[in-house]
Structures are given as C-alpha cells and as structure tokens.
C-alpha cells in the first residue's frame, strides 16, 4: 500500500488566491481527517469524515476554509482567500474505525506558504 | 472532552541517557495511543495501550498504561540520535483523536 498520499507536497501562493490541498487515503480506510500545524498552535484537527460524510468540522478556522470527500478515495481541503496566517503543513490522515489498535496512517503533509 | 497533558514540553539528553515522557488525563480513558514526529515529518503511529496496568516494549520503548487509566508513560532506555522527534499521546476516541503539543527531545551525541 502506498500509503497516504497529499499533493501538493509544497505550496507557495500569494495571498488572496484559492489553494486547494488533495488526499488519498489507505484502501478500505473509512475514516478521513484534516489537520494543520504550526509551531504556535501544533497540531490541531480541521475536519473528519467518516464514510465520505463530515462528522466534525469544528476545528475549521473560518468560513474561507472548506473540505469535501466525493468518494472514499479522494479528500480536498479548499481555502479561499488564502491568507498569510494559513501558512502550515496541513496534514491528512486515515483509519479504520474497526482497527483502532492500529491508530492513524498520516500523509507526509502539504507545506503551504501564502506570501 | 478528555484533556491529556503531556510533560515535560521539551527534553535535552546526552546520547546514551534515558528518557521518559507521561501523559496524565484527568478522566479515565479507554485507551491510549503514542505517536512519534521526526523533525521535518509527519507523525507516525507508535502502539495502542488498552488495558489497565498494560506494558509494553519496542526494543529501546517501553509504553505503560496506568492502573486507573488515566496516565501513560514512555520511557526511551539509552537514547539515540535516531530518536530525535516529538511524541504524542492523543486524547479522545477513534472517531477523533486531539493532539497537544507532545514531547520534544533532543539527544546530543
């Protein structure tokens, strides 16, 4: 298995302009999460899906941040208009509710820097 | 929700030395994971501890779960370069796990 797979892996873009983060999570992995992270606040949770449906999108930061997952395969993070302040790694993870023991499968993360 | 705080923030060691990190919740938890982030990286899941009074080992690791299951440890016995990183002992569920701002250490050779 490939893993979790994010793109892009680094993003640099200026600030206004929409940015939007992709992920693939592991096969057969029912549960799909979004995290950011930055030194000042770590890592705090965005949004998880559960079966393609978002349970819990409290963590997201405003209304310029949305997320969606179409099908089981595929996640977007969309921030539009981007700001200086949205600069973190952004991290997408996956699991499977009934393998707990076997806890989450992170991506290697996607680096956005809005200047 | 459960609150986990995690102690010390940050840990500078001579390599060779040994380390430990705990985890304490003030409500008891159904399970515990630790996870670990080497600088530059993402995070990576270490072990589940479930059980109560729970230990065990990953070669230089040792990971307990307290009786009342509301702390956990890790302990790093003579550590490596190699085990620069932060680790992270979520709180919450499955469904939801919320990551504080771990352990940081740093091993000088």
């Known amino acids: 298995d490939a893993g979790v797979i994010q793109s892009p892996r680094h993003e640099v873009t200026e600030m206004g302009q929409e940015v939007t983060l992709r992920c693939k999570p592991i096969s057969g992995h029912n549960s799909l999460f979004w995290y950011r992270q930055t030194m000042m606040r770590g890592l705090e949770l965005l949004i998880y899906f559960n079966n393609n449906v978002p349970i819990d999108d409290s963590g997201m930061p405003e209304d310029r941040f949305s997320a969606k997952m179409p099908n089981a395969s595929f996640s977007t993070l969309k921030i539009q208009p981007s700001e200086p302040r949205d600069s973190a790694v952004y991290f997408c993870?996956?699991?499977?509710?009934?393998?707990?023991?076997?806890?989450?499968?992170f991506g290697s993360g996607t680096r956005l820097t809005v200047v | 929700g459960q609150q986990v705080m995690q102690i010390p923030q940050y840990q500078h060691v001579q390599e060779g030395e040994d380390f430990t990190t705990y985890c304490n919740s003030s409500?008891?938890?159904?399970?515990i994971q630790w996870y670990k982030q080497r600088p530059g990286g993402h995070p990576v899941f270490l072990i589940q501890l479930v059980k109560s009074g729970e230990v065990k080992k990953q070669k230089r690791l040792t990971f307990q779960f307290g009786e009342a299951k509301k702390n956990s440890s890790l302990h790093i016995t003579a550590t490596q370069t190699t085990d620069v990183g932060t680790y992270f002992c979520p709180s919450g569920n499955t469904g939801k796990l919320i990551f504080g701002q771990g352990t940081t250490l740093q091993v000088k050779p």
């Open positions: 993870a996956s699991s499977h509710p009934d393998r707990g023991a076997d806890g989450y499968t």
């Open positions: 409500t008891t938890l159904s399970n």
